[in-house]
């Protein structure tokens, strides 16, 4: 269907509401209708409603009641007031009192038509903007992916070719990689970017509230919905769902997100119509998807329906040739933001500084990069940073990731993890004088596997390696 918007007629008059809903269908809105404040109560809470025009003079309640309790439940649900004749003094103050906008009976079907119109554009434009206000942040990343490296270029290709299309996107790559990045630039090249780029965290997602977070529910659904919540779907109705650390969901949760990837069908919480999503989805993840699927932590099912096209992001330590290129932009962005010089010409560092940029193995990728530099635009003041500063700011980072193993004060479970896995690691390569086949049995993770977190944690090949 074109248009899957439902808006909702109360009129008292048999006549008045079959007519406006022929009227809305005709022009591709799904429509509800009710003949009291009482019966349109009950389907807003269970129904889809984007917008709801309604008579005022009714009995058992009017419609300036029905306005009043809307505003407290859905306050940017916009509501059209039906006028008779002698009624507008009545249509003035339910505008004060909040309606979106009143028109007089009998309607005009082509200023009825254009006026739902602007009150349907109206909800779009509301949600639109209350997430372009939570995007706000994502300002300090690159607009765009830089680098002159191969694999950037390759991940650039990558992403030229997909973006066009509908399909499912799996990027994986280390943390700090700049995954995310990629998600969004899908979206920007895609036929979608005028509408939502949502992003979802599934490591913050509990399963309990699972289907309210990805599907929504409805005022009173369940002890504490207070009010309707649009779900991450609705929210990127037309666009795109980034889901970021999906390897974490939870096998229940896994099989409620397949079922909708497979269907494209999916129930808010309350709600007894079954929706269609019209969402292209982009999986993100650090973790070996292949080796968890091994260890039945994920559905295989879920992860061919994930990897239908993948992009592997590289670490910043295999595409050295782009660092003094990222250390500049990130620099004179932090510089811009402390007031501080910039060089007009070259780079915004001294020329040695660049030799203990490129010897450093950069752990937290692009991430532990910006950081560095608006660290280094702090410390250096008004001067230019030279080699000294970071040399001295790498140095103590290191030193504070081998003391941060065992620090009982640092609680950040990835951090901690990240670096107990690294230590067991190579603790299991001495034991076995660099044969990674024995490493990996010490390990107790398959032999083909253990290169993923050599990779993954920058372990150079062991000298005299076998296997």
Same mark, same amino acid.
């Not at 419609?63 to 809307?70: K, P």
């Not at 479970?413 to 690294?422: H, W």
């Given at each position: 269907m074109k248009n899957q918007k439902t808006v909702l007629i109360v009129d008292d008059e048999t006549f008045v509401r079959e007519s406006l809903v022929d009227l809305l269908q005709s022009e591709g809105y799904r429509t509800a209708s009710a003949g009291s404040v009482k019966e349109a109560l009950k389907l807003v809470e269970v129904e889809p409603i984007i917008a709801v025009i309604t008579d005022l003079k009714m009995p058992g309640g009017d419609?300036?009641?029905?306005?009043?309790?809307?505003r407290r439940a859905r306050r940017d649900l916009p509501v059209i007031v039906l006028t008779g004749v002698g009624t507008i003094d009545d249509a003035v103050t339910a505008m004060k009192a909040g309606a979106f906008d009143f028109i007089q009976k009998p309607v005009n079907p082509d200023e009825f038509s254009l006026l739902v119109r602007r009150a349907t554009e109206h909800q779009d434009?509301?949600?639109?903007?209350?997430?372009?206000?939570?995007?706000?942040?994502?300002?300090?990343?690159?607009?765009?992916?830089?680098?002159?490296?191969?694999?950037?270029?390759?991940?650039?290709?990558?992403?030229?070719?997909v973006a066009p299309s509908d399909l499912t996107v799996l990027v994986t790559g280390e943390s700090?990689?700049?995954?995310?990045?990629?998600?969004?630039?899908?979206?920007?090249?895609?036929?979608?970017?005028?509408?939502?780029?949502?992003?979802?965290?599934?490591?913050?997602?509990?399963?309990?509230?699972?289907?309210?977070?990805?599907?929504?529910?409805?005022?009173?659904?369940?002890?504490?919905?207070?009010?309707?919540?649009?779900g991450r779907f609705g929210e990127a109705e037309g666009g795109t769902l980034a889901l970021d650390e999906?390897?974490?969901?939870?096998?229940?949760?896994?099989?409620?997100?397949?079922?909708?990837?497979?269907?494209?069908?999916?129930? &808010?919480?309350?709600? !007894?119509?079954?929706?269609?999503? @019209?969402? =292209? +989805?982009?999986?993100?993840?650090?973790? %070996? *998807?292949?080796?968890?699927?091994?260890?039945?932590?994920?559905?295989?099912?879920?992860?061919?329906?994930?990897? &239908?096209?993948?992009? !592997?992001?590289?670490?910043?330590? @295999?595409? =050295? +040739?782009?660092?003094?290129?990222?250390? %500049? *932009?990130?620099?004179?962005?932090?510089?811009?933001?402390?007031?501080?010089?910039?060089?007009?010409?070259?780079?915004?560092?001294?020329?040695?500084?660049?030799?203990?940029?490129?010897?450093?193995?950069?752990?937290?990728?692009?991430?532990?990069?910006?950081?560095?530099?608006?660290?280094?635009?702090?410390?250096?003041?008004?001067?230019?940073p030279d080699a000294a500063l970071f040399a001295r700011i790498l140095g103590s980072t290191m030193a504070a990731a081998v003391q941060g193993e065992d620090d009982d004060h640092d609680l950040n479970?990835?951090?901690?993890?990240?670096?107990?896995?690294?230590r067991l690691i190579t603790t299991a390569l001495k034991r076995a004088?660099?044969?990674?086949?024995?490493?990996?049995?010490?390990?107790?993770?398959?032999?083909?596997?253990?290169?993923?977190?050599?990779?993954?944690?920058?372990i150079a090949r062991p000298e005299g390696e076998v296997g």
């Open positions: 419609g300036t009641e029905l306005l009043r309790e809307l434009l509301v949600r639109e903007v209350s997430y372009l206000r939570a995007e706000v942040t994502a300002l300090r990343s690159p607009t765009e992916m830089i680098g002159d490296s191969q694999g950037i270029g390759e991940v650039r290709r990558l992403v030229s070719q700090g990689t700049g995954k995310e990045l990629v998600a969004a630039e899908i979206h920007r090249l895609s036929t979608r970017s005028g509408r939502n780029f949502v992003r979802v965290n599934c490591a913050a997602i509990t399963e309990t509230l699972f289907e309210s977070e990805f599907f929504g529910h409805r005022r009173g659904s369940f002890t504490g919905a207070v009010a309707d919540r649009t999906i390897s974490v969901l939870r096998t229940e949760m896994q099989a409620k997100l397949l079922r909708v990837l497979e269907t494209g069908e999916y129930q &808010v919480v309350g709600e !007894s119509r079954t929706r269609v999503a @019209d969402v =292209r +989805v982009v999986a993100i993840t650090n973790e %070996d *998807l292949t080796a968890r699927v091994k260890d039945g932590a994920f559905r295989s099912d879920l992860y061919y329906r994930l990897n &239908v096209f993948p992009i !592997s992001v590289p670490p910043l330590r @295999d595409r =050295r +040739v782009d660092i003094p290129v990222l250390g %500049d *932009l990130f620099l004179r962005r932090a510089r811009l933001a402390l007031g501080r010089p910039i060089r007009q010409e070259g780079l915004p560092f001294a020329p040695e500084a660049v030799a203990a940029l490129l010897e450093y193995s950069w752990p937290g990728n692009v991430r532990e990069m910006r950081n560095v530099m608006e660290r280094a635009s702090i410390l250096s003041g008004d001067e230019i479970i990835r951090r901690r993890v990240d670096a107990l896995e690294r004088a660099g044969r990674k086949p024995d490493a990996a049995l010490l390990l107790g993770v398959d032999p083909k596997n253990l290169g993923y977190y050599l990779k993954k944690h920058g």
